[in-house]
C-alpha cells in the first residue's frame, strides 16, 4: 500500500511515475543478475507471500532458469538452496501469521453470533483439530497454491494457542515449502525432458 501511496503521489505532483515505476523494474531486473540479491528478494517475496499477498510462490522459482548454477553449484544443489529459501521465507511469514491468529481469534470467535457464521467455524475448527499439524503440512505443500488463506485459517482456528505450537507450526511450514519446490522442480524436469 505504501508503494501504491509513494507511486500516485510522485504521478500527481511530478508527473513522473513512469520513471519510478521504470526504475523499480530496473532494479529488480538488476537483482536478477546477481545470484546473492536474487536470493534475498526471493526470501523477501516468500515472506510476504505467507503474510499478504495472494500469489503463489512458485513464480520465485522461475528465477532458477537463470540460475540454474547458484554460486557454481550442480544444477540439483542450486535448486536445492532456492527450496530452503523458499521453506525458510514460508516459516517467518507463517511465524508472523500465527502471532496474529493468536492475537486476533477472539476478535473473530465473537462473530459467531451470526448462525452461518458459527457453524463454518465449527466445521472448520473440527478439520483443523483432526488433521493438525500433518493437514497443515499437506495443504501449505500443494504448489500453485496461495498461502495466505490456509494460514489464516490455521492460525485463527488455533484456541488459543491450544492446537499448535508456534515452532512446529513454523517447522511445519518450512518442510512444506521446500517440499512444494521440489515438487515444483521435479514436475518442470519432468516436462522439459518429455516436451525438448
Known amino acids: 500500500m505504501s508503494f501504491t501511496v509513494i507511486y500516485i503521489y510522485l504521478v500527481y505532483f511530478t508527473g513522473s511515475g513512469d520513471i519510478v515505476l521504470e526504475g523499480l523494474m530496473g532494479w529488480l531486473v538488476n537483482g536478477m543478475s546477481n545470484p546473492l540479491t536474487f536470493l534475498l528478494i526471493f526470501f523477501v517475496y516468500c515472506v510476504l507471500a505467507a503474510i499478504i499477498l495472494p500469489i503463489p510462490v512458485e513464480i520465485g522459482l522461475a528465477g532458477y532458469a537463470k540460475f540454474s548454477s547458484l554460486f557454481g553449484f550442480s544444477p540439483f544443489w542450486s535448486f536445492t538452496i532456492l527450496a530452503v529459501v523458499m521453506g525458510l521465507g514460508k516459516a517467518v511469514g507463517s511465524s508472523c501469521v500465527f502471532m496474529i491468529g493468536v492475537r486476533i481469534e477472539d476478535n473473530v470467535r465473537q462473530w459467531t453470533r451470526w448462525g452461518w457464521f458459527q457453524k463454518l467455524l465449527k466445521r472448520s475448527t473440527v478439520l483443523v483439530e483432526r488433521f493438525g499439524y500433518i493437514g497443515l503440512f499437506v495443504i501449505m505443500s500443494i504448489p500453485i ?42 514436475a518442470t524436469v519432468s516436462v522439459l525432458y518429455t516436451f525438448w
Request: proline letters at 2%; hydrophobic letters at 55%.
Open 145 to 186: 497454491m496461495t498461502d495466505t488463506v490456509p494460514l489464516y485459517i490455521f492460525s485463527l482456528l488455533n484456541k488459543e494457542g491450544k492446537i499448535f505450537e508456534m515452532k512446529w507450526f513454523v517447522l511445519a511450514n518450512f518442510f512444506a515449502g521446500a517440499t512444494r519446490a521440489f515438487i515444483v522442480g521435479i
